[in-house]
């Protein structure tokens, strides 16, 4: 199997301290797991990630800036990992984890595959969309391998999780080699990077992101479908951070879609935040 090839031999005892982990974090159920891959194929995922070029896609956000995307045409060996990832047995590793039964894949990919981050990128802290625009499943989970070797602190770019409602920090989790982050995806699971990258030059921040769905959820979990919401959790320096990474965005669009298409995407905002309805998925 290649399962077999991909991933250490696992024992109960260790599914059983992952599954601990997880059911131990509040507010929201996460884990991370070191040394998740075996290592030769981990090293093989590292010697065949891609340097971002026009062929990943890249798209300027008010509160997401130089994050590269990268959903097709795979080398051979990150193309077994998504087909890994994607597999029943995984699928069964993943649900005995976390305990969420009719876990789903994602053929597409959508808003995950590649990601990589250059100098001075950052994704601001967040809620990820909670239905898929195609499918209409339910998002439940999210699962991100890094792929980054001698990470410093000060290269910034931990993995952020929050308490919203205390306003607290929960976990500040370095993006290393071979780490796998499970966290569940719901209304309170806010989390993002938000500090700009400060890396030398010939670095990125390197992951491979999988998001997984079932189809249906307990009516007490059902919010209102809606894309990314975030919040801001950097002070001055993040709304200083977020004006500039504006700006930017306004002139992607206005180059790629003109002046009337951009008028019209901030009206559709603005009627909805005074509506009081999050943002619109899709």
Not at 89 to 114: H, K, M, P, V
Not at 138 to 148: C, K, P, S
Not at 240 to 258: M, P, Q, Y
Request: glycine letters at 6%; hydrophobic letters at 40%; charged letters at 20%.
């Amino acid at each position: 199997m290649l399962e077999e090839m991909i991933i250490p031999k696992l024992d109960i005892h260790q599914i059983d301290r992952w599954r601990s982990a997880w059911n131990a974090a509040k507010p929201f159920r996460f884990v991370v797991i070191d040394n998740f891959l075996e290592e030769r194929f981990a090293e093989a995922l590292l010697r065949e990630y891609p340097p971002a070029d026009p062929a990943w896609t890249s798209i300027t956000y008010t509160h997401q800036k130089k994050k590269f995307t990268l959903t097709r045409d795979f080398p051979p060996n990150i193309s077994d990992f998504f087909v890994m990832s994607a597999s029943q047995e995984f699928l069964d590793l993943i649900s005995q984890i976390t305990g969420i039964g009719g876990l789903l894949a994602d053929s597409e990919l959508l808003g995950g595959g590649c990601h990589q981050i250059v100098n001075g990128g950052f994704l601001d802290v967040h809620i990820d969309f909670n239905v898929h625009s195609v499918t209409r499943n339910h998002r439940r989970l999210n699962a991100i391998l890094y792929l980054n070797k001698d990470w410093e602190e000060e290269y910034a770019g931990f993995l952020e999780l929050w308490d919203m409602q205390r306003k607290v920090r929960i976990a500040n989790i370095a993006p290393l080699f071979n780490r796998l982050v499970i966290f569940e995806t719901n209304e309170i699971s806010y989390h993002g990077h938000p500090v700009p990258l400060n890396i030398p030059d010939g670095m990125s921040r390197k992951s491979l992101a999988v998001y997984y769905y079932t189809s249906d959820r307990k009516a007490e979990q059902v919010a209102p479908e809606h894309n990314t919401v975030y919040i801001q959790t950097t002070g001055v320096t993040g709304y200083v951070k977020t004006a500039i990474s504006s700006l930017v965005a306004a002139k992607e669009r206005i180059v790629h879609n003109g002046m009337r298409q951009l008028a019209s995407q901030l009206k559709t905002k603005v009627i909805r935040r005074m509506n009081g309805l999050p943002p619109q998925n899709g």
